[in-house]
C-alpha cells in the first residue's frame, strides 16, 4: 500500500469528541478502568489520517494570508463532477445541480421547512441515524419509522409493503433515505432502489436520499445513485454528499446537495439561505478539491481494503467468539450494529451493564438504542486493524 493506516494517531488533546469525550457524561461512553488504554469506536469518524493530497491544498490555501468574502472556485465544482462521474458513474452533472451545504442534517432540515410543515409526518427506515430523528423531531416533525427486516442470511431488506401502507395512512409526502444505510450497513442493489422509488413514486412523497457514505464500500460492492435509477427518481430526489465521512473531515464543515428538478432546487435554496449561515469555509472548499484530485481516489481505494479487512475480521470473530450475539455484515459504511438481545437474557445482563462492561476496558463502543435498536451496539471499525484484534481480544477476555 501506498498509504499509512496503520500507524496510531495520538489524538487526545486534539479536538476530538471520540477520544477526548468519554468519562464526561452525556451521551459519550464512561471512561476505561485504570491500565485500559481507550479504543474510540463510537463517534463515526476515523483514527486515520486524511488523504496527503487534503492536508497539501489546504496548507498551500493556507500560505497565503488572507481569508476574506469569497465566491466558489470553478474547480471546486469541476472536480465534485469528475468525482461523481468516476466513482459512481454519474453522467450529465451540471454546476447548476450543485448546492453547498453546512452539512447533511442542515439539508435535511431545510427540506423539510421547504416541502413540510411542523406536526407533518415523514417517513424514515429504522435502525436509523439518530442525527435524522433529532434534527427533525427538534423542529416540530413527526417520525413514523418502517423496520428494515433481516432474511434468512441475515441481510437487511426494506419491507416495501410497510413502507406503503404508512406512506398511504400517515399521508407522508416526505421521506428521508439513507445509501448506503447507516447503521446496518446495507449498500443497496439497483432492483431495491427502483422499487422504493416506485413506492415513493406512487404516494407522491419527495425523497431526501443521504449519500454520505457512498465512498465507503467494503468487499467489492458498489453504490448506485438513488436518483439515476429513474427519470422520475431524478427529479424527486434531493440527494446530500459530503467528502466528510470519506475523508475525515467532519470538523472542516462541507457537504452537498445534488438536486436537478428546478423547482425543488430554488425552494431548498431559499428555505437554506433563510438562518444567513449556510456558507462555505475556504479552507474546506480547498479540502474537498485536495480530496478528489486523482491521489484522493487513490486513497479511498486502499481505505476501503483496509476497511473490508477490518469488518471481514470483526464479523467472523465475533460470530465465533461472542455466542448470543448477532450481526449482519455490513456491505458500506465502517460500523458494524450488534445485536445482544440474546446472550443479554443468556446471562441475565442489561444492556446498560453490557455497555458498561465493554467501556470499562477501553472499548468505546456505542449505545444502539438512539438508533432504534433495543438490544443494539454500534461499532465503529475504521481504526488501525492492530486496534480492531486488541478491541476484541478484550471484549472476549473481559466481556463475553
Known amino acids: 500500500m501506498n498509504y499509512d493506516f496503520t500507524t496510531i494517531m495520538d489524538r487526545a488533546g486534539k479536538d476530538s469528541i471520540a477520544v477526548d469525550s468519554p468519562g464526561k457524561g452525556g451521551t459519550a461512553p464512561g471512561a476505561p478502568r485504570e491500565g485500559f488504554s481507550l479504543i474510540p469506536m463510537w463517534v463515526a469518524d476515523m483514527s486515520f489520517a486524511t488523504a496527503p493530497s487534503v492536508t497539501e491544498a489546504i496548507s498551500a490555501r493556507v500560505s497565503h494570508p488572507a481569508f476574506g468574502y469569497f465566491y466558489p472556485r470553478e474547480e471546486y465544482f469541476d472536480s465534485i463532477i469528475r468525482w461523481q462521474e468516476t466513482r459512481n458513474g454519474v453522467t450529465g452533472l451540471t454546476k447548476e445541480a450543485i448546492g453547498y451545504e453546512n452539512g447533511v442534517l442542515g439539508c435535511v432540515a431545510s427540506a423539510a421547512d421547504a416541502f413540510c410543515s411542523p406536526g407533518d409526518k415523514i417517513l424514515l427506515h429504522a435502525p436509523t441515524y439518530i442525527g435524522f430523528t433529532s434534527t427533525l423531531e427538534n423542529k416540530g416533525y413527526r417520525l413514523i419509522?418502517?423496520?428494515?427486516?433481516?432474511?434468512?442470511?441475515?441481510?437487511?431488506?426494506?419491507?416495501?409493503?410497510?413502507?406503503?401502507?404508512?406512506?398511504?395512512?400517515?399521508?407522508?409526502?416526505?421521506?428521508?433515505?439513507?445509501?448506503?444505510?447507516?447503521?446496518?450497513?446495507?449498500?443497496?442493489?439497483?432492483q431495491e432502489l427502483e422499487k422504493a422509488m416506485e413506492i415513493y413514486r406512487a404516494n407522491d412523497c419527495l425523497v431526501i436520499s443521504d449519500e454520505i457514505w457512498s465512498d465507503i464500500l467494503l468487499n467489492g460492492h458498489r453504490h448506485i445513485p438513488t436518483q439515476s435509477v429513474s427519470q422520475d427518481a431524478k427529479n424527486r430526489t434531493i440527494a446530500v454528499y459530503?467528502?466528510?465521512?470519506?475523508?475525515?473531515?467532519?470538523?472542516?464543515?462541507?457537504?452537498?446537495?445534488?438536486?436537478?428538478?428546478?423547482?425543488?432546487?430554488?425552494?431548498?435554496?431559499?428555505?437554506?439561505?433563510?438562518?444567513?449561515?449556510?456558507?462555505?469555509?475556504?479552507?474546506?472548499?480547498?479540502?474537498?478539491?485536495?480530496?478528489?484530485?486523482?491521489?484522493?481516489?487513490?486513497?479511498?481505494?486502499?481505505?476501503?481494503?483496509?476497511?473490508?479487512?477490518?469488518?471481514?475480521?470483526?464479523?467472523?470473530?465475533?460470530?465465533?467468539?461472542?455466542?448470543?450475539?448477532?450481526?449482519?455484515?455490513?456491505?458500506g459504511t465502517y460500523m458494524l450494529f450488534l445485536d445482544c438481545r440474546q446472550w443479554c437474557r443468556e446471562h441475565g445482563k442489561t444492556l446498560d451493564e453490557l455497555l458498561r462492561a465493554g467501556w470499562d476496558v477501553g472499548v468505546a463502543w456505542q449505545d444502539g438504542r438512539p438508533f432504534h435498536g433495543a438490544w443494539g451496539i454500534r461499532m465503529n471499525l475504521a481504526v488501525p486493524r492492530s486496534l480492531v484484534e486488541e478491541a476484541m481480544r478484550r471484549l472476549k477476555e473481559y466481556v463475553f
Open 145 to 190: 419509522l418502517s423496520d428494515l427486516v433481516q432474511d434468512e442470511n441475515g441481510v437487511w431488506r426494506m419491507d416495501y409493503e410497510d413502507m406503503d401502507r404508512k406512506l398511504k395512512e400517515h399521508s407522508i409526502h416526505m421521506a428521508v433515505f439513507c445509501s448506503p444505510h447507516n447503521p446496518s450497513g446495507r449498500v443497496w442493489e439497483r
Open 242 to 331: 459530503a467528502p466528510s465521512k470519506t475523508f475525515n473531515l467532519a470538523g472542516l464543515v462541507g457537504s452537498y446537495h445534488i438536486v436537478y428538478n428546478s423547482y425543488l432546487h430554488d425552494r431548498l435554496k431559499k428555505q437554506s439561505s433563510l438562518t444567513g449561515y449556510n456558507s462555505q469555509n475556504v479552507l474546506s472548499m480547498h479540502g474537498l478539491i485536495g480530496a478528489y484530485r486523482p491521489e484522493g481516489q487513490q486513497w479511498v481505494d486502499e481505505l476501503c481494503q483496509v476497511l473490508s479487512g477490518n469488518v471481514n475480521y470483526a464479523y467472523d470473530y465475533i460470530r465465533e467468539y461472542f455466542p448470543g450475539v448477532s450481526l449482519a455484515k455490513p456491505e
